[in-house]
């Protein structure tokens, strides 16, 4: 006899006709009542959502969209060899994980992939069924811990990013701010060590409990050889940052740090920490406190199997500086300010000069190309980089890579067209472009009229700190997050053309109703072709996922 689960229709499914909207909707009330009841702290009831969660029919459809059309190892196999690419397959899945039978996970794939400072990072490449699995245990899981988060934690959350993290480091380290020491720590190995005993008794009588203790003991497979993990998560798994951050939980209650019900940090407080996954900084009033409380982050991590990196961690007062998530922080003598002090946040040097690395490159890759080629490489490099520092004292350095870059670019010219004269490129190659009105030193490729991102422009916005008990799962916070999603700094990611569509939806798709930054490819639609005399007008286009445009294509 089959088993009826929620959610579940018994015909199969047809991957080119799935309802998105309709899909998103359940999984998002599921969510919010989650979330609710965890706040009321109503765990019967919390229990029963998460296991309708974990059997609905809708979070299967999502779980497999993601893994195999949106993350960034949509293309790279586990050890089981196997992709999923076409429709129907993506639907042949669907239809066996809906039935959520017993499963013993795999083990992972393990890769390394270079560091900033040369050494080489492993990552476990779990199986595809097991990602699509870790996918739909982390939409049970997530909604319950982000009503019990605490608010400095702003890393690997949803809402939430390193910008935040960098927007409320710009609070703490004011100048008129007390708090001018810094613990700048880095946990040792934090995805490798944490220890299994605690993170399942933190994660409780969750209903995929037995499933989450498999994947951490799962083991991962390198060179033909099985090696078990007596500890740590599945460092590049989907549920791998969740688990990491369930484990870092009461990092704010073991140094001191309390709050009102508002979110608040209480009058009186010593101490301000900011986290960011395993990187974090902590603020105190004197150099004394400061050691005082590395000893405390040392008794709150042993507990859980880590311990601060003896490299990486130092206490450094703020007119030192340190450096964070690739920003440097520092206070700046200044003769216009009360204190005499001025703080700056500036893209980190080794940022810059690994950036200008990868622009070297990237022009070496590009080279026997034409220019539209040369384009459609640097932009989404340029454009990503920029927008990362758009909101930080970053006017100088972005018009030194324009210098580069535009050198960068003249060489690439004189390369590709050695006997031409430089008359002759330069009437090739360099005109007036809408995007930048006022200047003619634009490279504009004149086929298609696309022209390359000139990261000197770039105009500097500050970025708006998320509120400290905000939510995408509370939904006394859905207007909020609209109007977040909508002013969002991502939307200079796009072409200039798709920016103005992309803000009359409000950042949202068309089609399935969800954020346009979700990670997936984003399409231009035109609601009557252009075959049919359908124009380029703003009125006649749409912004889509690109899965989206096929299925309405169809």
Request: glycine share 8%; proline share 4%; aromatic share 10%.
């Amino acid at each position: 006899m089959q088993t009826r689960f929620a959610n579940v229709t018994q015909r199969t499914t047809d991957w080119q006709s799935v309802h998105w909207r309709k899909a998103n909707r359940v999984v998002r009330n599921l969510r919010h009542r989650i979330f609710k009841a965890t706040r009321r702290e109503d765990w019967s009831r919390v229990r029963n959502l998460q296991r309708l969660l974990l059997k609905s029919y809708s979070n299967v459809l999502l779980a497999v969209r993601r893994v195999t059309q949106i993350n960034a190892g949509k293309r790279t196999p586990g050890i089981d060899k196997m992709l999923v690419k076409t429709g129907p397959a993506k639907a042949q899945l669907v239809d066996e994980l809906r039935l959520w039978r017993p499963w013993q996970p795999l083990a992972a794939r393990r890769v390394h992939i270079p560091k900033s400072n040369g050494k080489r990072r492993p990552l476990g490449i779990p199986s595809v069924i097991d990602r699509c699995y870790q996918a739909m245990v982390k939409e049970a899981l997530e909604p319950c811990w982000e009503a019990q988060f605490e608010p400095t934690s702003l890393g690997f959350r949803p809402g939430r990013s390193a910008q935040d993290a960098i927007a409320q480091i710009y609070v703490n380290a004011n100048v008129n701010n007390r708090k001018q020491w810094v613990i700048d720590a880095d946990i040792a190995g934090c995805f490798d060590n944490i220890d299994h005993d605690f993170l399942l008794q933190q994660v409780g009588d969750f209903p995929a409990r037995g499933l989450v203790a498999q994947w951490l003991r799962a083991g991962y497979l390198e060179d033909g050889t099985l090696y078990p993990t007596p500890a740590g998560t599945p460092q590049g798994g989907i549920i791998s940052p969740l688990l990491a951050n369930i484990a870092l939980h009461g990092m704010e209650a073991a140094l001191g740090i309390f709050r009102y019900t508002q979110g608040v940090v209480k009058r009186g407080t010593r101490k301000l920490v900011v986290r960011y996954a395993d990187d974090f900084v902590v603020f105190c009033e004197t150099q004394a406190e400061a050691e005082a409380t590395q000893a405390d982050l040392q008794r709150f991590l042993s507990v859980r199997g880590l311990a601060l990196s003896e490299e990486k961690t130092r206490i450094v007062h703020l007119t030192e500086g340190f450096d964070f998530l690739g920003f440097n922080v520092r206070h700046y003598r200044s003769t216009n300010t009360r204190t005499g002090w001025k703080l700056l946040i500036r893209p980190a040097r080794e940022s810059v000069a690994r950036f200008r690395e990868k622009l070297r490159h990237a022009f070496k890759r590009v080279y026997g190309s034409n220019a539209m080629g040369l384009i459609r490489v640097l932009n989404p490099i340029l454009r990503g980089w920029a927008n990362y520092y758009r909101g930080v004292v970053s006017s100088e350095v972005f018009g030194h890579l324009g210098h580069y870059i535009f050198w960068k670019v003249r060489r690439w010219i004189s390369k590709t067209h050695p006997n031409k004269s430089y008359t002759w490129r330069d009437r090739q190659y360099w005109m007036e472009h809408p995007a930048y009105p006022g200047s003619r030193w634009n490279f504009v490729d004149k086929g298609s009229g696309m022209v390359l991102y000139r990261i000197g422009c770039t105009r500097i916005q500050r970025h708006v700190l998320i509120r400290g008990n905000a939510c995408p799962d509370d939904p006394e916070y859905q207007a909020y997050f609209e109007q977040r999603n909508r002013r969002s700094g991502q939307v200079e990611t796009y072409p200039k053309a798709a920016q103005r569509i992309i803000r009359l939806q409000g950042a949202r798709c068309s089609h399935c109703g969800q954020s346009l930054f979700n990670g997936e490819e984003v399409h231009i639609h035109h609601k009557t072709l252009r075959s049919q005399g359908g124009t380029n007008h703003a009125s006649n286009l749409m912004a889509l996922h690109m899965v989206c445009h096929l299925q309405l294509h169809r």
